[in-house]
């Protein structure tokens, strides 16, 4: 009874950890440089194993409302048919809001106790 | 200022100026010739429609940047539109002879203190924005 209730308790457990973070894939795309949309979907994706899907409809709106926020910014630049294309970086602010948001939220499980336990 | 009128909001508003174009002259013709039903009839069309128009539009701004707050910026371009458009009707003499100016001007008080209802709103939920946009749905 209980083995059985195990995969719906996980997704469902995955499915609100997986809430809020596709905010850090976009971030962490745009770390490793700049990127247009299909390259940020193809880094977040590859990188997170699939565990993270994203519709491109989602990542446009990201992208608009972190532009607005100042954290975002992009430059057109030619692709390799058809017309220009939004290569999105991180702005001065947008890189010290990552750098403070992993230094205050991810960093503290690479601490020994914590990554002591994860390995228990 | 620019990231408060969209261009959907701009859209809305020519719709809602050809909708209540098209409202007025039903009115007064039904007025004029003393078709009650029509009158009613017109009224539920034109109050369908502007709900129609303002659901398209306002989905398409929430989905395109949901700047806060679109149904106050829609209210506001409401009021103007249909107030303007009303009073335009009757400085070039398109009313019938039984409708009278008073009418709008009451009707555009009343509507004006719900409006003010609407902005009191609008600056409480501001409070709660970062640059215009909702706190809790800015990151995802």
């Known amino acids: ?120 | 200022m620019k990231t408060l009128i969209t261009t959907n909001l701009l859209k809305f508003t020519l719709v809602t100026i050809i909708l209540t174009i098209i409202f007025r002259m039903g009115l007064s013709t039904s007025i004029t010739n003393k078709m009650t039903i029509a009158v009613i009839i017109c009224a539920i069309v034109y109050a369908v429609l502007m709900w129609i128009n303002g659901n398209y539009f306002g989905r398409k701004e929430y989905e395109y940047l949901p700047i806060y707050d679109i149904g106050f910026r829609f209210h506001l371009s409401t009021f103007l539109a249909h107030n303007t458009v009303s009073i335009l009707w009757f400085v070039f003499a398109f009313e019938s002879k039984y409708e009278n100016i008073k009418v709008i001007y009451v009707t555009a008080l009343i509507w004006s203190v719900f409006l003010i209802i609407h902005f009191i709103y609008y600056l409480s939920v501001r409070k709660t924005t970062i640059k215009n946009l909702d706190k809790e749905d800015l990151f995802e």
């Open chain 1, 1 to 120: 009874m209980t083995k059985n209730l195990l995969p719906d308790l996980l997704s469902s457990w995955e499915e609100t950890y997986k809430k809020g973070q596709l905010t850090l894939w976009i971030f962490l795309a745009l770390k490793d440089g700049q990127k247009y949309v299909d390259e940020i979907k193809e880094f977040i994706e590859s990188k997170s194993k699939n565990t993270i899907s994203c519709e491109e409809q989602s990542l446009y709106r990201n992208l608009r409302k972190y532009e607005h926020i100042d954290v975002v910014s992009f430059e057109n630049k030619k692709g390799n048919k058809g017309p220009d294309r939004k290569y999105y970086f991180l702005t001065e602010m947008g890189t010290e809001l990552l750098e403070k948001f992993i230094e205050r939220n991810i960093k503290l499980f690479f601490s020994n106790e914590i990554n002591n336990l994860l390995k228990k």
